[in-house]
């Protein structure tokens, strides 16, 4: 008969980029306060570098986190043959690494974990988006409808991004309530903040050009704009998929002028870029969270964004929410911050007092005290 293990935590990053975006941000903003478990992290050989134990962001002490590394072939900078290689590792490999290690929970900060072992884990779902926006044959797509659910069944408990997220895996997989529970993503109030820089001559779009993000509406609600003078500049990871589209788009409408595609834009170089643009345009059609809503409203840019999904958790009354199926709507909101330097001003303050209610501390208290509940 074997006994318990005794209490340990093992964190999978198996899946952290060399080109970071959201979820390895997220990880990367989270496991510093996780330290306090002193957890056993796996991370790709060559970015050990990055998770070097850090003294805890807070007040207590701590001994850091002991770094485990792992092949680097598994990551989004791989493509979809990564994504693969992570998906048998973490079936085949990842439950001989949780036995053979003093641990006794597992957590994924992505809805990935091995299925029907004995292996006990906590996941991060952060969006249903490939079900909603991913074709019918697409991989993305069965990856949701065929594995995803068999992990948060599985799962001891799941964390979501929002409220909104925790209602649609509750709807669409059959989640007990109980096992669910909402950490909203915070913001790195060094990094992003009010720098006081004069306002330029740009709205500012920052993601990826993904349909769902409704890049395609804003470009067409930017072409109705009576004011000729101003730009929009289009700032995120170009895509062969859907990148030449929107640029053919910029084409008809005779907009190459006025409309810049920036491509991938350094986390350095973010602040200066929110902070000097008339708004951030962000129309997404869903969202998990909406990470740039909250970046944008810390450097004090007044946002435009969606009325659904996670979008009004972000912004609530520091933005203007608009229908973003309706071009009209875009455009009217875009003109009104062009031409009412009050509005501007007052969104302005009021998103610098709403970001005050969001902190990766509180991202990470949460994820640690429900962690500690499976421990």
């Not at 340990?8 to 989270?30: C, D, E, I, K, W």
Request: glycine letters at 6%; one cysteine or more.
């Amino acid at each position: 008969m074997s006994l318990p293990k005794a209490p340990g935590l093992l964190v999978n990053l198996a899946f952290l980029s060399r080109r970071p975006t959201g979820h390895t941000n997220y990880a990367m903003q989270v496991l510093p306060y996780l330290a306090a478990l002193q957890p056993r992290v796996l991370v790709p050989a060559d970015q050990q570098g990055q998770i070097q134990p850090r003294d805890h962001p807070q007040d207590t002490k701590t001994a850091g986190y002991t770094v485990i590394p792992i092949a680097s072939n598994m990551t989004p900078d791989q493509g979809a043959v990564g994504h693969l290689r992570r998906l048998g590792w973490t079936q085949f490999q990842l439950p001989g690494i949780y036995r053979s290690t003093p641990t006794n929970l597992l957590f994924s900060p992505i809805p990935e974990a091995p299925l029907y072992t004995r292996c006990r884990f906590v996941v991060t779902v952060h969006d249903l988006i490939p079900l909603r926006f991913g074709g019918r044959f697409s991989r993305l797509a069965t990856y949701f409808r065929v594995y995803v659910p068999r992990v948060l069944h599985q799962a001891v408990h799941i964390l979501c991004n929002s409220q909104a997220t925790v209602q649609e895996v509750q709807s669409t997989f059959g989640i007990p309530p109980h096992k669910l529970t909402a950490t909203p993503l915070g913001y790195d109030d060094r990094h992003f903040r009010d720098l006081a820089l004069p306002t330029a001559n740009y709205f500012l779009y920052l993601g990826r050009h993904d349909r769902h993000k409704n890049v395609s509406r804003v470009i067409t609600a930017f072409a109705a704009l009576a004011d000729r003078e101003c730009e929009l500049w289009l700032a995120g990871p170009s895509d062969r998929r859907y990148t030449p589209e929107l640029q053919a788009q910029v084409t008809a409408l005779n907009l190459q002028d006025r409309v810049k595609f920036l491509d991938y834009v350094s986390y350095a170089d973010l602040p200066k870029l929110l902070g000097q643009a008339i708004a951030l345009v962000f129309p997404s059609l869903y969202e998990g969270f909406g990470l740039p809503v909250l970046e944008a409203m810390a450097c004090g840019t007044p946002v435009i964004t969606s009325n659904c999904s996670a979008l009004p958790e972000v912004a609530g009354e520091a933005a203007l929410l608009v229908n973003p199926y309706a071009e009209a709507e875009i455009t009217d909101a875009m003109h009104a911050l062009l031409v009412d330097t009050n509005l501007r001003s007052c969104l302005r303050q009021a998103g610098l007092e709403r970001v005050q209610t969001f902190s990766w501390a509180k991202t990470g208290a949460i994820t640690n005290t429900v962690l500690q509940q499976y421990w």
